[in-house]
């Protein structure tokens, strides 16, 4: 993808936004740990994200595999922004122990979903700790949670921000259904390119 593609995709902004507008925090009962930053990243700073991944060579359309790629350790400027951005604006997003820790955030996956696109219902795995961020860019979608027989579809628009803790880390279940189309709430929304980035801390492994 060029950078003239996510122009295409994404559009563009005349207007510098002069500071953040805090949006609430939305909450869900019946997934404890489960809270939604609806357009929490405005529209120059989804734009910057999403530019700055496509400068640096991710989503590569020359490459092999070029729809996901990992980034450990200490994260690049262009990603690591969001770790003081999220405690200054947003400390309610995390319990203290998760938001006090050093770093919040140590490992990165960027994900690009072509229309219609998903990927299979799963919890992350156990060597990263409690607290997952999980940034969605660029197009609508619907994330399933799902624990037993129990479901609930979630739907992510562009710059919405995702925090997964407690009960909703561990014990749920989230994906995305392959389909060109989403349904939640009586809304039909059609799904375009999406990129999501997904923020997690590797679990410190004693050595004795």
């Known amino acids: 993808m060029s950078s003239n593609d996510w122009k295409d995709l994404?559009?563009?902004?005349?207007?510098e936004d002069i500071e953040t507008i805090l949006q609430p925090i939305v909450t869900f009962p019946c997934i404890p740990g489960l809270k939604l930053i609806r357009q929490g990243l405005s529209h120059e700073q989804q734009m910057n994200l999403i530019e700055s991944?496509?400068?640096?060579?991710?989503?590569?359309?020359?490459?092999d595999n070029n729809n996901q790629a990992m980034i450990f350790g200490d994260?690049?400027?262009?990603?690591?922004?969001?770790?003081?951005?999220?405690?200054q604006h947003y400390p309610d997003l995390f319990d203290?122990?998760?938001?006090?820790?050093?770093p919040l955030f140590d490992q990165a996956i960027l994900n690009m979903y072509r229309k219609?696109?998903?990927?299979?219902?799963?919890v992350d795995l156990l060597r990263f700790e409690?607290?997952?961020?999980?940034v969605s860019l660029l197009s609508s979608c619907a994330m399933t949670m799902k624990k037993d027989d129990e479901k609930h579809d979630v739907l992510l628009r562009p710059g919405?921000?995702?925090?997964?803790?407690?009960?909703?880390?561990?014990?749920?279940?989230?994906?995305?259904e392959e389909r060109l189309f989403d349904q939640v709430e009586g809304d039909i929304v059609e799904r375009g390119t999406r990129?999501?980035?997904?923020?997690?801390?590797l679990k410190i492994v004693s050595q004795y």
């Open 160 to 176: 919405d921000i995702l925090a997964l803790s407690k009960e909703a880390r561990y014990d749920w279940e989230h994906g995305i």
């Open 75 to 87: 994260l690049p400027d262009y990603i690591h922004w969001l770790e003081p951005w999220i405690i």
């Open 96 to 102: 203290s122990d998760i938001l006090n820790r050093k």
């Open 53 to 63: 991944l496509i400068q640096h060579g991710y989503f590569d359309s020359s490459k």
């Open 116 to 122: 219609g696109e998903g990927i299979l219902s799963h």
């Open 195 to 201: 990129i999501s980035v997904t923020l997690r801390k």
């Open 10 to 15: 994404f559009g563009s902004d005349d207007e």
């Open 130 to 134: 409690d607290g997952i961020l999980i």
